[in-house]
């Protein structure tokens, strides 16, 4: 059964532009995460009866698959790595400030606005580069407690930007 009071209007755009089979999978909810930052619940119903597919099969490849979330999430991603090569340089310490500055207490990930997540990952491929995080994928490197703190306030003067247009 689906919530009557969801738009399921942007997950029907998406879907025209997939061909409605199985194959679509993770496409399909590849398009849907980026439209809402996460897989609403009420999408599985709905999707799985658009494609012919059975809900606990597109719920299976929503949970297998890391890069998928069930919880909402912010506007801006943030993930700071604690691989061993970030973890020696200090990503603990900006991860702290991070939080510290989003008042986030420990486990929990998203700001109550949900303008910021912030998740730790165990290994971003740019050891080089460590310590590093990614906002909404872009990879910042060499970071350090205030160099993620100018960070933070270079995204939230982002947001007050856009709130301003």
Do not use: W
């Not at 999430?73 to 900006?94: E, L, N």
């Not at 486990?107 to 310590?131: H, I, R, W, Y």
């Not at 994928?137 to 407690?145: D, I, K, N």
């Amino acid at each position: 059964m689906t919530d009557r009071t969801f738009d399921f209007a942007p997950v029907d755009r998406i879907l025209e532009n997939h061909p409605r089979s199985e194959l679509s999978t993770i496409a399909i909810l590849q398009d849907i995460q980026e439209h809402y930052h996460y897989l609403p619940r009420e999408v599985f119903p709905y999707v799985a009866k658009a494609i012919g597919v059975g809900e606990a099969r597109l719920y299976g490849v929503a949970t297998f698959y890391e890069n998928f979330s069930l919880e909402p999430k912010g506007r801006f991603v943030i993930r700071c790595c604690d691989g061993t090569a970030c973890h020696v340089r200090g990503s603990i310490p900006i991860l702290d400030r991070l939080r510290q500055e989003l008042g986030l207490p420990e486990g929990k990930k998203t700001t109550d606005d949900l303008n910021f997540t912030v998740e730790t990952v165990s290994c971003l491929g740019a050891c080089g580069l460590a310590p590093v995080m990614t906002v909404n994928g872009v990879t910042h490197g060499a970071m350090t407690p205030d160099k993620a703190a100018a960070l933070l306030k270079e995204l939230k003067e982002e947001l007050a930007k856009e709130a301003q247009a």
